[in-house]
Each structure stands twice: as C-alpha cells, then as structure tokens.
C-alpha cells in the first residue's frame, strides 16, 4: 500500500511517523464526516420531493459510509468491503458505544436495520411495502444518531493518536 500524507508518496516498506498515523487518521475522519453528512443532506431532499426510495438508498449509503470511515479511521486502511453487515460487526468491535444507534430510540432499531441490509441486495424496497415511509424515516433517524456518534468515536482516536504522538518515549 502506498500512503500520500503532505505531498510525499509512501510505501509499506517506510514505517508511518505517529505524525503521519496522525494525519493519515486525521483525513479518513474528515473524508468519513463529509460522506456521511452528504448522503444525509441529500436524503432530506429527497423526502423532501418524495423520492422515498431514493432517500433510503442514501440512507444506506451514509451507513455503509459511517461504518468504513470510522474503521480506516482506526485501522489506517479502508475496508476491502462494502457489506452493511460486515461493517458494523468490525465497527462495533472497535467501539461498543456504536451499538447504541440501533437500540436507543426502541427496541425495533435491529429489525430496522435488517430491514436496511436488504435494501443494498434489492429485496426490500418501499415499493414492496416492505418498509413504510414511517420506517424510512426513522432509518433517517437512526442513520444521523449513528453518524453522531461515530464522529465522536473519531474525534476520540485521533485525539488518543495526536497525544500518543507527542508523549515522550522511554
């Protein structure tokens, strides 16, 4: 793998310097936050014209996103999937706190989001009435909890990597 961090190219045959590890997390996290407010943002248009599909094929998108942004984050590495299901395993294994966007608002957050799995694989679409509009927003709802607090989860680790980087070694 080859990392470009402040205008040099670098190969896995250098070591990252903690400022690079710093910078290189630093960037995922900035990418992964842009991503998922995008996909957001554009889902509310989308409710906002009633495209509701198209707003639960972004919401979807601002999941996946969420998921592989906070694991390049804590890896250095982007995922080499695209899996709802896999993500979230990986994520939530970095960081428990990630459970709390499919269970705090109500217990049918799991069913929602096995409900938003199949979206990806095209079983399950509004069109089906296998989602109502009312549980599209509530992934809406679920997808923003989750963006906030993979941000926060972010924000952590690159803060615990900036102060591991600077605390005298020996």
Not at 43 to 66: G, N, P, S
Not at 67 to 88: D, F, K, N
């Amino acid at each position: 793998m080859v990392h470009e961090l402040s205008g040099q190219r670098r190969s896995d045959l250098e070591p990252l310097t903690p400022g690079d590890v710093v910078e290189l997390a630093d960037s995922y996290r900035t990418s992964c936050i842009l991503l998922m407010e995008e996909s957001l943002e554009s889902a509310e248009f989308c409710f906002f014209e009633e495209r509701h599909h198209d707003a639960l094929q972004l919401i979807h998108t601002a999941i996946v996103d969420a998921y592989a942004g906070l694991l390049a984050v804590y890896t250095l590495e982007l995922p080499g999937t695209r899996s709802l299901v896999h993500l979230r395993s990986k994520a939530e294994c970095l960081d428990k706190s990630l459970i709390l966007a499919w269970s705090q608002q109500d217990p049918t957050g799991d069913l929602r989001f096995g409900s938003l799995k199949l979206v990806n694989e095209g079983t399950e679409t509004i069109q089906d009435n296998a989602l109502s509009i009312e549980e599209v927003y509530m992934l809406y709802d679920d997808a923003y909890a989750l963006r906030r607090l993979v941000e926060a989860s972010c924000a952590r680790h690159c803060r615990d990597l900036r102060q591991a980087s600077v605390r005298p070694r020996g």
